[in-house]
């Protein structure tokens, strides 16, 4: 089976489970133009912010179940990575919740990729790199050792991973920039080994993601990159949170998206339903709840970039346009010739193919076409589709509301 033909089957095949994949884009790349200047522009915004010393803002996408958020993240992961930037891609959830940002980093670097590599960008990286080849590793290195209140521990680290031979310990440095920190011992005896004994170690700050994700996207940047650019899918969950998790997980946003803390060279892209802000901002109310229930608690300090980050979700959403009947009949078309090349099979005129209304989303058209061509090809049948509606679920989740909510945790760093 030639290449071409096994990418059109994987194409089919993302398509039918509503999952799209890179053959996908390929085949059917997004039509919105305006979507595809602004991401465009956040690219080029996060290449030139080095000379530029301006960050681009994120790009927040608004739009209700099969409508193409996904479809749209695979196509910006693909464009990034043909820019030479890092990727991540990771979906908000249980494991991996926005107020956490802890774990939301570490999925970052765990699921970060570059062209041409197979494995994570971090370990492929770091298993090439040399300092004297890295083309901004003397900006990197000005960076930890002179900028205001840097963990002293990047510059240490770092100073150990360039001059180490030892790949044990080189691995244990990836693991520590990765989020699992090394011991002081271990980073001790690291440099003693080097000639340097008694040289100070702490261990590691606590609540300073947003300066890890600084770190690791300034280290891309001296090996060469473009830029780090990091998407996340399904933002609507934050609704299942307690308040207090909410108010942390919308500041966190902020950041995210570029506001409050600046990190140079990473950028941001998060889809959330196009009725998030009505459901949850509004109706339930968290524009006036978080601010005067956290302005007596000891969350008191999160209020203001939570507020900020509930502005976000109010004013800067790009809203997914539904698609019009003769792109519908495009895309209809498209996905007849893919079927057909890839099954060697001439794939028949629908003659009942469903009414394109504005709230149906895209991805039922396509599936009820290939689902209608599997039946005809396989066992010579007509088959009338019937598709339910998704109602997204907006109540609170107990199972998503972590020991963050106990009053012991100590008190976050904003």
């Known amino acids: 089976m030639s290449d071409p033909l096994i990418e059109k089957r994987r194409a089919i095949e993302a398509l039918r489970a509503g999952v799209p994949n890179r053959d996908?884009?390929?085949?059917?790349?997004?039509?919105?133009?305006?979507?595809?200047?602004?991401?465009?522009?956040?690219?080029?915004?996060?290449?030139?912010?080095?000379?530029?010393?301006?960050?681009?803002?994120?790009?927040?996408?608004?739009?209700?179940?099969?409508?193409?958020?996904?479809?749209?993240?695979?196509?910006?992961?693909?464009?990034?990575?043909?820019?030479?930037?890092?990727?991540?891609?990771?979906?908000?959830?249980?494991?991996?919740?926005?107020?956490?940002?802890?774990?939301?980093?570490?999925?970052?670097?765990?699921?970060?990729?570059?062209?041409?590599k197979v494995g994570p960008a971090l370990t492929e990286i770091a298993h090439t790199y040399h300092s004297d080849r890295a083309p901004y590793f003397d900006e990197l290195q000005e960076w930890v050792n002179i900028t205001q209140g840097i963990d002293p521990r990047y510059a240490q680290t770092l100073q150990i991973f360039v001059n180490t031979t030892d790949e044990e310990v080189r691995q244990q440095i990836v693991n520590e920039w990765?989020?699992?920190?090394?011991?002081?011992?271990?980073?001790?005896?690291?440099?003693?080994?080097?000639?340097?004994?008694?040289?100070?170690?702490?261990?590691?700050?606590?609540?300073?993601?947003?300066?890890?994700?600084?770190?690791?996207s300034r280290f891309f940047r001296s090996a060469g990159y473009s830029g780090w650019l990091i998407l996340l899918d399904e933002g609507e969950i934050i609704s299942r949170y307690s308040l207090r998790q909410r108010a942390q997980a919308y500041a966190h946003l902020a950041h995210l998206l570029g506001y409050g803390s600046q990190i140079f060279g990473m950028g941001s892209v998060l889809t959330i339903t196009t009725d998030y802000a009505g459901q949850i901002l509004v109706k339930r109310n968290d524009?006036?709840?978080i601010p005067v229930k956290l302005a007596v608690s000891r969350d008191a300090a999160v209020v203001p970039l939570a507020q900020k980050?509930?502005?976000?979700?109010?004013?800067?959403?790009?809203?997914?346009?539904?698609?019009?009947?003769?792109?519908?009949?495009?895309?209809?078309?498209?996905?007849?010739?893919?079927?057909?090349e890839a099954y060697s099979w001439e794939a028949p005129e629908l003659s009942q193919r469903p009414e394109v209304l504005p709230s149906v989303g895209m991805r039922r058209y396509i599936r009820s076409w290939i689902n209608a061509w599997d039946f005809r090809r396989l066992y010579n049948a007509e088959v009338n589709l019937i598709a339910e509606d998704v109602v997204q679920n907006y109540e609170e989740d107990a199972d998503l509301q972590t020991s963050d909510d106990d009053p012991a945790t100590p008190e976050t760093n904003w």
């Open 178 to 216: 990765t989020g699992y920190p090394m011991k002081v011992a271990e980073i001790r005896n690291a440099l003693r080994d080097m000639g340097h004994p008694g040289v100070r170690v702490r261990a590691q700050v606590k609540a300073q993601e947003l300066q890890r994700f600084e770190f690791l």
């Open 287 to 289: 524009l006036e709840k």
């Open 309 to 340: 980050g509930m502005e976000l979700i109010m004013r800067m959403g790009n809203p997914i346009r539904p698609y019009t009947g003769e792109q519908v009949d495009d895309i209809y078309r498209c996905v007849r010739a893919l079927y057909s």
């Open 24 to 116: 996908v884009v390929r085949q059917l790349p997004p039509l919105q133009s305006d979507l595809l200047e602004s991401f465009d522009q956040l690219l080029a915004g996060l290449g030139s912010v080095w000379e530029t010393g301006t960050l681009p803002q994120g790009l927040l996408l608004e739009g209700d179940f099969g409508t193409g958020k996904s479809h749209w993240l695979e196509y910006f992961r693909h464009a990034a990575l043909e820019r030479k930037f890092v990727v991540s891609s990771i979906v908000l959830n249980k494991e991996t919740p926005l107020n956490d940002l802890k774990k939301v980093y570490r999925t970052c670097v765990e699921s970060a990729i570059v062209s041409g």
